[in-house]
Protein backbone atom coordinates (compact mmCIF):
# COMPACT_ATOMS: atom_id res chain seq x y z
CA UNK A 1 0.00 0.00 0.00
CA UNK A 2 1.54 3.39 -0.91
CA UNK A 3 0.01 6.92 0.77
CA UNK A 4 -0.36 10.06 -1.44
CA UNK A 5 0.57 13.77 -0.52
CA UNK A 6 -2.78 14.85 -1.02
CA UNK A 7 -4.48 11.72 1.80
CA UNK A 8 -2.19 12.48 4.45
CA UNK A 9 -4.23 14.71 7.25
CA UNK A 10 -2.87 17.77 7.64
CA UNK A 11 -0.62 17.83 10.52
CA UNK A 12 -0.38 20.80 13.30
CA UNK A 13 3.12 22.89 13.20
CA UNK A 14 5.12 21.50 16.05
CA UNK A 15 6.08 23.21 18.49
CA UNK A 16 9.73 24.13 18.55
CA UNK A 17 12.30 21.98 21.35
CA UNK A 18 14.39 24.08 23.73
CA UNK A 19 13.81 27.52 22.10
CA UNK A 20 14.72 25.80 18.44
CA UNK A 21 13.41 25.42 14.83
CA UNK A 22 12.46 21.88 13.90
CA UNK A 23 15.81 19.39 12.52
CA UNK A 24 13.44 16.89 9.91
CA UNK A 25 15.12 13.49 8.97
CA UNK A 26 14.20 12.72 5.67
CA UNK A 27 13.97 9.53 3.84
CA UNK A 28 14.33 9.32 0.02
CA UNK A 29 13.09 6.15 -1.61
CA UNK A 30 13.15 3.92 1.08
CA UNK A 31 12.57 0.14 0.51
CA UNK A 32 11.87 -1.40 3.37
CA UNK A 33 9.05 -0.05 5.90
CA UNK A 34 10.99 -1.64 8.76
CA UNK A 35 13.63 0.74 8.39
CA UNK A 36 11.47 3.36 8.74
CA UNK A 37 9.81 2.32 11.56
CA UNK A 38 13.66 1.45 13.00
CA UNK A 39 14.59 5.59 12.01
CA UNK A 40 11.52 6.69 14.00
CA UNK A 41 12.63 5.15 17.12
CA UNK A 42 16.31 6.23 16.68
CA UNK A 43 14.76 9.73 16.29
CA UNK A 44 12.38 9.66 19.74
CA UNK A 45 15.41 8.29 21.22
CA UNK A 46 17.12 11.58 20.57
CA UNK A 47 14.14 14.20 20.64
CA UNK A 48 13.86 14.30 16.74
CA UNK A 49 9.95 14.20 15.68
CA UNK A 50 10.15 15.26 12.14
CA UNK A 51 9.90 12.70 9.57
CA UNK A 52 9.69 12.93 5.88
CA UNK A 53 8.93 10.20 3.53
CA UNK A 54 10.28 10.65 -0.08
CA UNK A 55 8.23 8.01 -2.00
CA UNK A 56 8.56 5.12 0.09
CA UNK A 57 7.94 1.76 -1.24
CA UNK A 58 5.25 0.39 1.61
CA UNK A 59 4.26 3.07 3.91
CA UNK A 60 2.36 2.61 5.92
CA UNK A 61 2.90 -0.51 6.90
CA UNK A 62 2.41 -2.79 9.80
CA UNK A 63 6.16 -3.68 10.05
CA UNK A 64 7.38 -0.20 10.53
CA UNK A 65 5.17 0.31 13.14
CA UNK A 66 6.44 -3.23 14.97
CA UNK A 67 9.97 -1.59 14.66
CA UNK A 68 9.00 1.48 16.09
CA UNK A 69 8.81 0.11 19.14
CA UNK A 70 6.70 3.08 21.03
CA UNK A 71 7.69 5.84 18.14
CA UNK A 72 4.33 5.41 17.01
CA UNK A 73 3.58 8.92 17.26
CA UNK A 74 6.38 9.86 14.73
CA UNK A 75 5.23 7.65 12.11
CA UNK A 76 1.73 8.63 12.58
CA UNK A 77 3.00 12.27 12.25
CA UNK A 78 5.20 11.62 9.05
CA UNK A 79 4.54 13.65 6.14
CA UNK A 80 4.82 11.79 2.78
CA UNK A 81 6.15 13.44 -0.15
CA UNK A 82 6.18 12.99 -4.14
CA UNK A 83 9.88 14.82 -4.24
CA UNK A 84 13.02 15.72 -2.31
CA UNK A 85 12.23 19.89 -3.22
CA UNK A 86 8.81 19.08 -1.49
CA UNK A 87 10.74 17.90 1.71
CA UNK A 88 13.45 20.73 1.92
CA UNK A 89 11.60 23.41 0.80
CA UNK A 90 11.41 25.42 4.50
CA UNK A 91 14.65 24.16 5.29
CA UNK A 92 17.93 26.74 4.92
CA UNK A 93 20.52 23.82 5.95
CA UNK A 94 20.36 20.82 3.98
CA UNK A 95 23.05 18.18 5.02
CA UNK A 96 22.99 15.33 2.75
CA UNK A 97 24.37 11.62 4.24
CA UNK A 98 26.83 9.33 2.11
CA UNK A 99 28.96 6.37 2.61
CA UNK A 100 30.71 6.90 -1.12
CA UNK A 101 33.06 9.47 -2.35
CA UNK A 102 31.69 11.47 -4.80
CA UNK A 103 33.18 12.52 -8.18
CA UNK A 104 32.53 16.05 -7.64
CA UNK A 105 34.31 17.36 -4.53
CA UNK A 106 31.73 18.38 -1.58
CA UNK A 107 32.01 19.65 1.48
CA UNK A 108 32.55 17.01 3.78
CA UNK A 109 31.98 16.90 7.31
CA UNK A 110 32.08 13.86 10.09
CA UNK A 111 28.46 13.45 12.34
CA UNK A 112 30.12 16.10 15.43
CA UNK A 113 31.39 18.83 13.34
CA UNK A 114 27.57 18.34 11.51
CA UNK A 115 25.54 18.53 14.40
CA UNK A 116 27.53 21.90 15.90
CA UNK A 117 26.38 23.12 12.53
CA UNK A 118 22.93 22.12 12.84
CA UNK A 119 23.01 23.42 17.11
CA UNK A 120 23.53 27.10 15.01
CA UNK A 121 21.13 27.15 11.77
CA UNK A 122 18.44 25.62 13.96
CA UNK A 123 18.39 28.75 16.32
CA UNK A 124 17.11 30.59 12.88
CA UNK A 125 15.63 28.26 10.49
CA UNK A 126 14.82 24.83 9.82
CA UNK A 127 17.33 22.10 9.25
CA UNK A 128 16.81 18.81 6.64
CA UNK A 129 19.00 15.68 7.12
CA UNK A 130 18.92 13.62 3.45
CA UNK A 131 19.26 9.91 4.09
CA UNK A 132 19.12 7.99 0.65
CA UNK A 133 17.92 4.77 -0.59
CA UNK A 134 19.41 1.35 1.07
CA UNK A 135 21.03 0.32 -1.71
CA UNK A 136 22.57 3.03 -3.65
CA UNK A 137 22.31 6.33 -1.18
CA UNK A 138 21.43 9.48 -2.53
CA UNK A 139 21.84 10.13 -6.15
CA UNK A 140 24.14 13.13 -7.45
CA UNK A 141 21.40 15.09 -8.61
CA UNK A 142 19.68 14.39 -5.24
CA UNK A 143 22.85 16.14 -3.87
CA UNK A 144 22.75 19.29 -5.87
CA UNK A 145 20.07 20.04 -3.05
CA UNK A 146 22.49 20.05 -0.64
CA UNK A 147 24.88 22.63 1.42
CA UNK A 148 26.98 20.23 2.58
CA UNK A 149 27.79 16.32 2.84
CA UNK A 150 27.98 14.22 6.53
CA UNK A 151 29.64 10.84 6.65
CA UNK A 152 29.79 8.35 9.19
CA UNK A 153 33.91 7.01 9.48
CA UNK A 154 33.56 3.06 10.03
CA UNK A 155 36.67 0.32 10.05
CA UNK A 156 37.20 -0.49 6.58
CA UNK A 157 36.94 -3.95 7.35
CA UNK A 158 32.91 -3.11 7.12
CA UNK A 159 32.02 0.25 6.46
CA UNK A 160 28.23 -0.89 5.67
CA UNK A 161 25.97 0.87 7.87
CA UNK A 162 21.97 -0.15 8.12
CA UNK A 163 19.87 3.45 7.31
CA UNK A 164 18.51 3.07 11.07
CA UNK A 165 21.71 3.14 12.02
CA UNK A 166 23.00 5.94 10.03
CA UNK A 167 20.08 7.94 11.32
CA UNK A 168 20.72 6.58 14.94
CA UNK A 169 24.58 8.00 15.37
CA UNK A 170 23.38 11.42 13.47
CA UNK A 171 20.54 11.89 16.19
CA UNK A 172 22.74 11.44 18.85
CA UNK A 173 25.64 14.14 17.66
CA UNK A 174 22.54 16.21 17.22
CA UNK A 175 21.18 15.72 20.55
CA UNK A 176 24.51 16.07 22.32
CA UNK A 177 25.04 19.75 20.65
CA UNK A 178 21.58 20.79 21.40
CA UNK A 179 20.67 19.33 24.69
CA UNK A 180 19.43 21.51 27.61
CA UNK A 181 22.12 22.94 29.03
CA UNK A 182 24.83 22.20 25.98
CA UNK A 183 26.79 25.58 25.18
CA UNK A 184 25.53 26.89 21.98
CA UNK A 185 26.94 29.13 18.97
CA UNK A 186 25.68 32.78 18.79
CA UNK A 187 22.76 32.50 16.13
CA UNK A 188 22.76 34.59 12.87
CA UNK A 189 21.75 37.50 12.34
CA UNK A 190 19.91 36.78 9.24
CA UNK A 191 18.52 33.22 8.70
CA UNK A 192 19.61 31.40 5.55
CA UNK A 193 17.68 31.19 2.44
CA UNK A 194 15.27 28.15 2.25
CA UNK A 195 15.50 25.63 -0.11
CA UNK A 196 12.65 26.96 -1.89
CA UNK A 197 14.07 30.59 -1.61
CA UNK A 198 17.16 29.11 -3.77
CA UNK A 199 14.87 27.46 -6.25
CA UNK A 200 13.27 30.51 -7.34
CA UNK A 201 16.91 32.24 -7.38
CA UNK A 202 18.06 29.30 -9.60
CA UNK A 203 15.38 29.40 -11.82
CA UNK A 204 16.00 33.36 -12.30
CA UNK A 205 19.38 32.84 -12.88
CA UNK A 206 19.15 30.37 -15.32
CA UNK A 207 16.55 32.61 -17.30
CA UNK A 208 19.11 35.09 -16.70
CA UNK A 209 22.13 32.96 -18.16
CA UNK A 210 19.81 32.61 -21.59
CA UNK A 211 18.71 36.24 -21.92
CA UNK A 212 22.53 37.06 -22.41
CA UNK A 213 23.32 34.14 -23.54
CA UNK A 214 25.57 32.54 -21.46
CA UNK A 215 25.30 28.65 -21.90
CA UNK A 216 26.84 25.38 -21.25
CA UNK A 217 30.13 25.15 -24.14
CA UNK A 218 31.28 21.90 -23.36
CA UNK A 219 27.58 20.54 -24.33
CA UNK A 220 27.61 18.62 -21.15
CA UNK A 221 24.70 20.01 -19.67
CA UNK A 222 26.46 20.43 -16.26
CA UNK A 223 26.73 24.25 -15.94
CA UNK A 224 23.76 24.81 -13.10
CA UNK A 225 24.91 21.79 -12.00
CA UNK A 226 28.45 23.46 -10.82
CA UNK A 227 26.44 26.33 -9.98
CA UNK A 228 23.85 25.01 -7.21
CA UNK A 229 27.33 23.20 -5.66
CA UNK A 230 29.21 27.01 -5.59
CA UNK A 231 26.55 28.63 -4.24
CA UNK A 232 25.11 25.98 -1.75
CA UNK A 233 28.55 25.97 -0.32
CA UNK A 234 28.17 29.78 0.11
CA UNK A 235 25.49 28.97 2.42
CA UNK A 236 23.52 32.60 1.52
CA UNK A 237 21.52 34.42 4.00
CA UNK A 238 18.03 35.72 2.70
CA UNK A 239 19.40 39.22 2.08
CA UNK A 240 22.19 37.90 0.13
CA UNK A 241 20.05 35.79 -2.51
CA UNK A 242 18.01 39.24 -2.00
CA UNK A 243 20.77 41.10 -3.16
CA UNK A 244 21.53 38.50 -5.88
CA UNK A 245 17.68 38.34 -7.38
CA UNK A 246 17.93 42.39 -7.65
CA UNK A 247 21.39 42.07 -9.60
CA UNK A 248 19.60 39.75 -12.20
CA UNK A 249 16.42 41.82 -12.28
CA UNK A 250 18.79 44.78 -13.30
CA UNK A 251 19.95 42.69 -15.73
CA UNK A 252 17.25 41.75 -17.53
CA UNK A 253 15.53 45.67 -17.35
CA UNK A 254 18.76 46.55 -19.54
CA UNK A 255 18.12 43.35 -21.91
CA UNK A 256 14.49 42.47 -22.07
CA UNK A 257 12.65 43.59 -25.15
CA UNK A 258 9.93 46.32 -24.55
CA UNK A 259 6.73 44.98 -22.78
CA UNK A 260 8.02 41.73 -21.70
CA UNK A 261 8.00 41.42 -17.84
CA UNK A 262 10.75 40.69 -15.39
CA UNK A 263 11.08 37.31 -13.94
CA UNK A 264 9.75 37.49 -9.79
Known amino acids: MRQETGRIPACAPLTPIHGFMSTRIVLVDTQHPGNIGASARAMKNMGLRELYLVRPKCFPD ?69 FGSERYGLTNEELTRCNMLVTIPTSAEYSSLNLAMAVQVIAYEI ?40 RDRTGRGHLMTRIRRLFNRAN ?21 PAGKPVAR
Open 62 to 130: PDAFARASGADDILERARICHTLDEAIAECGLVVGTSARQRHLPWQIVEPRECAARIAQEIQTGHVAIV
Open 236 to 256: LDQNEVNILRGILTAVQARRR
Open 175 to 214: WLATRPGAPQPPPRDVPLATAEEMTRFYAHLEEVLELIEF
